[in-house]
């Protein structure tokens, strides 16, 4: 965003930045205070928390991932949604 924030999700040893529509639509739902959202991503819903700061896939909540919202020079993202860009 303009003041150099994004989003983020867990990988193994770091950090991936959500794609730029999860980006933005997580953002607005941060902006309103939201406690939480449930989004679409790549073809499943997913339940983000914003209050602990967790997601996890909405039918299978096995795997709760740790989200953060940070600049993104400062986060050391691996990529972006999966997608190894440096
Ligand atoms: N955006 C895109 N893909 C996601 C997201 C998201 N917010 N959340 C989960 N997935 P789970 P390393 C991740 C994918 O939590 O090597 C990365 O994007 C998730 O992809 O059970 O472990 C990488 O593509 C996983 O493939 O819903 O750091 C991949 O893991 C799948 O959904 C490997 O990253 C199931 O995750």
Request: contains cysteine.
């Amino acid at each position: 965003f303009d003041d150099g924030y994004s989003w983020f999700y867990e990988g193994v040893n770091g950090w991936w930045q959500y794609d730029d529509r999860t980006s933005k639509e997580l953002e607005g739902h941060h902006k309103a205070g939201h406690p939480s959202c449930e989004l679409l991503i790549a073809g499943y819903v997913y339940i983000i928390d914003l209050t602990n700061m967790v997601q996890c896939r909405r039918n299978d909540r096995t795997r709760k991932r740790r989200i953060k919202r940070d600049l993104v020079n400062l986060a050391g993202r691996k990529g972006v949604a999966g997608l190894k860009i440096p």
